[in-house]
């Protein structure tokens, strides 16, 4: 997909969930055009740094040794901290390179989930990553009251080539849902705002059974924090919660990620969710984001769209408020001297 803007885009953006890296394992990853390395330590911190031994090149991700909160390089021997300083060569344990670093990315893991901050220059991270159970306090929500996401109820789609910029504006977008999904009524855009790194809309299913066209059988309430997730609330019958991402990989393609948080079933303490429900997520949910793929995968990026009066404005202000996150230029382009 070729688009006008960077895919070196600046926000939090998920990488994967916390299971998959489990204590005293490295892992190579590729985001945002970037070879990292992950690994988590023997105390079970995680920790994501660029990956390249500043000695002669190793990739550490690919057999590093996790030695207390250490990496170590699988060349030669060396040591990485989790600030990304040199902290110990074998064959002169007293004189570290304290002059060589690895660069340091921002990690957090949120409810099983795990992102990392991304800034091209690699500032640090410029807003605080949301928490998707106190991002809509008008709702009581307890992680406890959930059954895991992950690996029953999260996706993963690699190197697809879509940017985050055209899954973002997919929000504004109510009409698809008839033609994508299926849907046997046309949901409404309630309300919609740009808070600073956010952009909040409120979307309604109209209820059929009512004469009333101001009655709603369902609402989402989603954010999105950068271009990297948004979150979303179910308010209707189930209630669930949901994150879904798109992380760059490189200037053509990226991954994505998706996860529901589905209540427990009363008297259910396990984290576990029973078969029937594991089959109504499938069916109902987890096949929509393959249903939308389908047409970003040959999707033409349109920067002129004719639209309709209906979805002009939350488009148009949504690609507005997205040029925030744009702080380097296209590739091959030079950023202005102006």
Not at 109 to 118: I, P, R, S, T
Not at 132 to 156: A, C, H, L, N, V
Not at 182 to 208: I, K, Q
């Amino acid at each position: 997909m070729k688009v006008p803007f960077t895919w070196k885009v600046t926000g939090w953006f998920v990488i994967g969930w916390s299971a998959e890296f489990p204590i005293g394992e490295s892992r190579a990853l590729h985001y945002l055009g970037e070879e990292l390395a992950a690994y988590r330590d023997e105390a079970g911190e995680l920790h994501l740094l660029t990956a390249h031994c500043r000695h002669l090149g190793a990739h550490i991700g690919h057999g590093g040794k996790v030695v207390g909160d250490c990496i170590e390089c699988p060349f030669h021997g060396w040591r990485w901290g989790p600030d990304g300083t040199n902290r110990y060569i074998p064959y002169q344990p007293d004189r570290p390179n304290r002059a060589l670093t690895l660069r340091v990315y921002p990690v957090r893991e949120q409810h099983g989930v795990v992102f990392m901050w991304y800034q091209p220059e690699g500032k640090e991270p410029q807003w605080e990553l949301p928490d998707i159970f106190t991002k809509f306090p008008e709702f009581d929500g307890d992680p406890d009251d959930y059954y895991r996401p992950f690996p029953e109820f999260s996706r993963r789609a690699e190197n697809e080539p879509v940017h985050p910029q055209i899954v973002a504006e997919n929000g504004p977008d109510s009409s698809h849902f008839r033609y994508v999904h299926g849907a046997s009524v046309t949901p409404v855009c309630l309300n919609w705002e740009m808070v600073d790194n956010e952009w909040r809309f409120l979307t309604g299913w109209p209820d059929v059974r009512s004469d009333d066209p101001e009655k709603m059988s369902l609402r989402i309430h989603s954010h999105f924090s950068g271009l990297g997730f948004a979150i979303s609330l179910f308010e209707g019958a189930q209630n669930h919660r949901l994150i879904f991402a798109c992380t760059p990989v490189d200037d053509e393609r990226s991954d994505l990620f998706y996860s529901i948080w589905w209540p427990r079933n009363a008297g259910d303490e396990s984290d576990v969710p029973p078969e029937d429900v594991r089959a109504l997520v499938e069916r109902r949910f987890l096949v929509t984001v393959f249903e939308d793929l389908n047409i970003w995968r040959y999707q033409q990026y349109v920067e002129k769209p004719p639209l309709a009066k209906v979805d002009a404005a939350p488009y148009m202000a949504m690609r507005q408020w997205a040029k925030q996150f744009y702080e380097v230029p296209p590739a091959g382009q030079a950023a202005s001297t102006a």
